[in-house]
T-cell receptor, first 115, second 114 residues
Framework: AQTVTQSQPEMSVQEAETVTLSCTYD???????LFWYKQPPSRQMILVIR??????QNATENRFSVNFQKAAKSFSLKISDSQLGDTAMYFC????????????FGQGTRLTINP | DTEVTQTPKHLVMGMTNKKSLKCEQH?????MYWYKQKAKKPPELMFV???????INESVPSRFSPECPNSSLLNLHLHALQPEDSALYLC?????????????FGQGTRLTVV
């Protein structure tokens, strides 16, 4: 079975700072995908960034980037120039290379951006 | 249109009531999902429909009954629920067979069982 671990229940930074959220996972699969989802107080889960395990290059999306270390099974999210709108719950998620999207989520990190 | 619409947004029901949660998407996705999320916890998968057929049931109690009447609609029928079933119920949709594509989530139905 796959497991995803987020070791930081809460984090808080000042606006414009850079923050890194940690995620580790355990799997015996070789082909899989990793995601970071954001859930603001509006409750809607929004995809922030995705990483294919077979790609060595780290994914980036504007201010968001990941540090994917496949051997270490680590998948951290870096948010640069943080904004008040980044305040949310962040979930790391794993999915096997299969048809049904059975997302396995970590416990989440509550991120607060302070003005 | 990249929205998944869930209704109602809030629902309070008694333990003897029967109610239904509805989910709709018009993105042409052929996989639809129900997740349950308790406060301060991650979403937990309940059901997966693929091409309108139930493909995954995560051992959910029979008081929850899913239905997929067509490729755009997903219902969750509720009957004889318990107070511990109070949670946020999230619907999601995605393409089938391409796990690297995004699963789009609705805003959820906040369910309270009294």
């Amino acid at each position: 079975a796959q497991t995803v671990t987020q070791s930081q229940p809460e984090m808080s930074v000042q606006e414009a700072e850079t923050v890194t959220l940690s995620c580790t996972y355990d799997t015996s699969e070789n082909n899989y995908y990793l995601f970071w989802y954001k859930q603001p107080p509006s409750r809607q889960m929004i995809l922030v960034i995705r990483q294919e395990a077979y790609k060595q290059q780290n994914a980036t999306e504007n201010r968001f980037s990941v540090n994917f270390q496949k051997a270490a099974k680590s998948f951290s999210l870096k948010i640069s120039d943080s904004q008040l709108g980044d305040t949310a719950m962040y979930f790391c998620a794993f999915i096997k290379f299969q048809g049904a999207q059975k997302l396995v989520f970590g416990q989440g990190t509550r991120l607060t951006i302070n003005p | 249109d990249t929205e998944v619409t869930q209704t109602p947004k809030h629902l309070v029901m008694g333990m003897t009531n029967k109610k239904s949660l509805k989910c709709e998407q018009h993105m042409g996705h052929r996989a639809m999902y129900w997740y349950k999320q308790k406060a301060k916890k991650p979403p937990e998968l309940m059901f997966v429909y693929s091409y309108e057929k139930l493909s995954i049931n995560e051992s959910v109690p029979s008081r929850f009954s899913p239905e997929c009447p067509n490729s755009s609609l997903l219902n969750l029928h509720l009957h004889a629920l318990q107070p511990e079933d109070s949670a946020l119920y999230l619907c999601a949709s995605s393409q089938v067979g391409t796990p690297n594509t995004e699963a789009f989530f609705g805003q959820g139905t906040r369910l309270t069982v009294v």
